[in-house]
């Protein structure tokens, strides 16, 4: 039995200007004692008026000091950040991670839809256009996907009326391919449950983008990955409302369920020298 998936907010990253505050504060508090004892030490020694006249300069010092050390031990790492804010991407890259393209002439993407009265089922594929993986430690960290929805396929009718199924669901009733031609998935988050994964990642279709949750099954080794996943999303969240009792009355034996199933495999390949696009 497929699994539906868990519309959550987006998530938030903490911007690196309050994050350099932060460890700067937690530096200052934990030499600030330091700072007094030695200071109570140096007191006993030098008149009390001339230490008031000091003070300011001194704690002056010891704040440039401390943003001193602070830069430069971390001038790297604020490089990095910067690098991957500007590639624009929503899962961060780890630049320890192995990077794994889809073999998408080895991956299928299956779908399912049906009538919400008759429960007649319809069902065929959608090609994946592109994708990556991204693992460390032998554990999935992010990933992408782009999907071709001009590909669409149908295989529970033949003839005439399989066509007139694929235009229809190609056309302005459905998914508009025409004028998205593509829908992609971008993981922003990945846990362990057991031996599952749990996956979370913001898909967008016809341009509307939710943040949805679903459980995955994948093996890894130093070379592959070959990851499974079976699960439904609530069509109408993306616009696509044709045939939905929710949003139309009076449909009868035409109402559509507002649940597309979606059987994925996917198979990637280690490639040490993937760019990421």
Not at 105 to 132: C, M
Not at 255 to 269: L, S, T
Request: with cysteine.
């Amino acid at each position: 039995m497929s699994k539906h998936v868990h519309t959550v907010s987006d998530m938030y990253i903490v911007p690196e200007n309050i994050s350099i505050i932060f460890i700067f504060c937690q530096w200052l508090r934990k030499h600030f004692f330091v700072f007094i004892d030695e200071y109570g030490k140096i007191a006993n020694i030098i008149n009390y008026q001339n230490m008031k006249k000091i003070l300011p300069i001194i704690v002056i010092l010891l704040i440039f000091v401390g943003l001193s050390w602070y830069y430069r031990d971390n001038y790297s790492r604020s490089k990095v950040l910067s690098t991957i804010n500007q590639l624009g991407k929503e899962t961060e890259f780890n630049i320890d991670a192995q990077a794994f393209q889809v073999k998408t002439d080895q991956s299928e993407i299956r779908w399912q839809g049906g009538n919400s009265i008759t429960r007649k089922k319809h069902y065929g594929l959608v090609n994946l256009k592109s994708g990556w993986l991204s693992v460390k430690d032998q554990r999935l960290i992010g990933g992408e996907f782009i999907v071709d929805m001009m590909t669409i396929t149908n295989q529970s009718l033949t003839g005439e009326s399989q066509q007139k199924l694929i235009t229809h669901l190609s056309g302005d009733d459905f998914f508009a391919v025409e004028q998205y031609p593509e829908s992609r998935l971008v993981l922003t988050a990945v846990n362990m449950v057991g031996d599952e994964y749990w996956v979370s990642g913001n898909l967008t279709i016809k341009n509307i983008t939710q943040n949805i949750t679903f459980p995955a099954k994948l093996a890894i080794n130093d070379q592959y990955i070959s990851a499974q996943a079976d699960f439904s999303i609530d069509r109408t969240q993306w616009g696509v409302k044709y045939g939905s009792n929710n949003f139309f009355s009076n449909l009868g034996d035409k109402a559509i369920d507002d649940e597309i199933n979606f059987q994925i495999n996917i198979q990637a390949v280690l490639t040490p020298n993937f760019q990421l696009k």
